[in-house]
C-alpha cells in the first residue's frame, strides 16, 4: 500500500520512532535499559541461516537474549547512522524498517498499555 493508513497518527510516529531509537541506539551503546523499554516480553526476532554448520532455517532471539547480548556492549559502536522507515500504522498495530550498519531489520510493533513495544522482527546481516 503505497498510502500511510487513516489511524496514523502523529503522536504514534513519534511513540514509534522513540520505541526503534531505543532499540538500536540501546544496541549500539550496551544500554540493557533502552532495550527492554523497547521489547514487548513476548518478542519473536529470527534470522534467516543457511550453512553448513547450522543448517538452514531461522535462528530466533528471545527477550532475554537481547538483553544478555546488548548487557554484553551489544554492538559497541558510538554514534552509528541508522535509518528508521516507518511503513504503516494501522490502529495498535505497526510495521517499520530499520537499517543500521551492520543490520537490516524488519520490524512489527504493537500498542500496549505501556505503549509502543517491539513484538516481531526478521532480520538480517548487511554484507
Known amino acids: 500500500m503505497d498510502t500511510p493508513s487513516r489511524e496514523r497518527t502523529v503522536s504514534d ?4 520512532e522513540a520505541v526503534l531509537r531505543d532499540y538500536i541506539e540501546g544496541w549500539y551503546g550496551g ?14 526476532k529470527r534470522m534467516p541461516v543457511s550453512d553448513d554448520a547450522m543448517g538452514s532455517g531461522l535462528r530466533p532471539v528471545t527477550k532475554v537474549r ?3 547480548l546488548t548487557a554484553g556492549r ?3 559502536m558510538s554514534d552509528p547512522e541508522f535509518e528508521i522507515l516507518i511503513d504503516e500504522v494501522a490502529g495498535d498495530i505497526a510495521a517499520a524498517r530499520l537499517v ?9 510493533l504493537a500498542k500496549t498499555p ?3 513495544k517491539i513484538a516481531n522482527v526478521l532480520f538480517h546481516l548487511r554484507a
Do not use: C, Q
Open 13 to 16: 510516529v513519534a511513540d514509534i
Open 31 to 44: 544500554d540493557t535499559a533502552r532495550m527492554d523499554r523497547a521489547l514487548h516480553d513476548d518478542l519473536v
Open 66 to 68: 537481547m538483553l544478555e
Open 74 to 76: 551489544g554492538g559497541n
Open 100 to 108: 543500521s550498519p551492520e543490520y537490516l531489520d524488519f520490524v512489527h
Open 114 to 116: 505501556d505503549g509502543w
